[in-house]
């Protein structure tokens, strides 16, 4: 009787487990922005969602193990390949997730973008250009950190920056330059997941208050000096513009086979968590195997094997 006392409380606790889990990957999913409010999304989630930092970060390296098999199972049928966007504003964690979700993964089937200021020959192309270079392979995780959606971004809160992009005055000065450009994303993301790329897209929903304390402890502590730019500050003083700009390109992109997810990140452990749910689900969901061999390809490594074993040490 003890013993089955025992099984059925695994049984539970592994139920409540995995429903967690479902939880943090579909909690913060938007596939239909047409009503999305960014403020009525939370900053922080951790207690709501009934979980402690200690439970969470040894979730997080629990799962990164199962997320290193679902990405050698990827690598290994060579067809598939995932997208994942990173969005955020300054100090909201992205090389962190980075850092720590991918921490497990083969680096060999794994490719890091991080999208700078366009140069000359960036800007002497259409803004979808670069992105197009850096696209992953098949049976490969490409991660943009920063992306295509800086043009509805940082080029929607600062216009003048359309100034230095070859673009035709009639068509830069279009009353529909933003919708334009919307429509433009929606139909790229739409054409990857025709060619097999799934696209899964966080924006860490970052606190201007936590910013202003991560900010901080750049400027007051001497080994992180160099992870601050008077930028920064700078660019904080749109705020609002940008939340705006957020809120408006999360509304017109967010689509079943290109989901946002809104990562509560004012908690670092939490977002990683939130971040690492979404990708093993949307992996998951490929149900992807490890090939197996043809008759052939059996027969050449009977051979093989026959040959190997009759040499002599």
């Known amino acids: 009787m003890q013993d089955k006392t025992k099984s059925n409380t695994a049984s539970q606790s592994d139920a409540a487990t995995i429903a967690k889990q479902v939880e943090l990957a579909t909690r913060f999913r938007i596939t239909d922005g047409t009503d999305f409010r960014l403020s009525a999304h939370?900053?922080?989630?951790?207690?709501?969602?009934?979980l402690a930092k200690k439970v969470g970060k040894r979730r997080l390296y629990e799962r990164i193990g199962h997320l290193s098999e679902l990405q050698a199972r990827l690598y290994a049928n060579g067809q598939w390949s995932m997208l994942m966007v990173l969005q955020a504003l300054d100090a909201a964690g992205k090389d962190g997730v980075i850092k720590h979700v991918m921490s497990g993964i083969n680096p060999e089937g794994?490719?890091?973008?991080s999208f700078k200021q366009p140069g000359p020959v960036e800007l002497a192309h259409d803004y979808l250009w670069r992105e197009h270079l850096a696209l992953p392979q098949g049976g490969h995780i490409g991660i943009f950190n920063r992306s295509y959606y800086e043009e509805v971004l940082v080029t929607r809160?600062?216009?003048?920056?359309?100034?230095?992009?070859?673009?035709?005055?009639?068509?830069?000065?279009?009353p529909t330059l933003w919708d334009d450009r919307y429509r433009d994303i929606r139909h790229f993301e739409e054409y990857l997941a025709r060619q097999g790329t799934v696209v899964v897209k966080f924006f860490l929903h970052l606190s201007k208050d936590e910013q202003r304390k991560r900010f901080l402890s750049r400027i007051n502590h001497p080994d992180k000096n160099w992870k601050f730019s008077s930028a920064d500050i700078h660019e904080r003083g749109y705020w609002d513009s940008y939340q705006e700009a957020y809120e408006q390109a999360i509304r017109n992109t967010a689509s079943p086979h290109a989901p946002w997810f809104i990562v509560p990140a004012d908690?670092?452990?939490?977002a990683r968590l939130v971040v690492i749910e979404a990708l093993i689900a949307a992996l998951e969901q490929l149900d992807l195997q490890t090939p197996k061999l043809d008759a052939t390809a059996r027969a050449e490594m009977k051979k093989a094997r026959q040959q190997l074993m009759a040499e002599k040490p």
């Not at 939370?42 to 009934?50: I, K, N, V, Y």
């Not at 794994?110 to 973008?113: L, Q």
């Not at 908690?267 to 939490?270: D, E, L, N, S």
């Open 42 to 50: 939370p900053t922080r989630a951790a207690q709501d969602c009934g």
């Open 110 to 113: 794994v490719n890091v973008t």
């Open 157 to 174: 809160v600062h216009p003048e920056i359309l100034e230095n992009q070859k673009i035709p005055p009639q068509l830069r000065k279009s």
């Open 267 to 270: 908690q670092k452990w939490f």
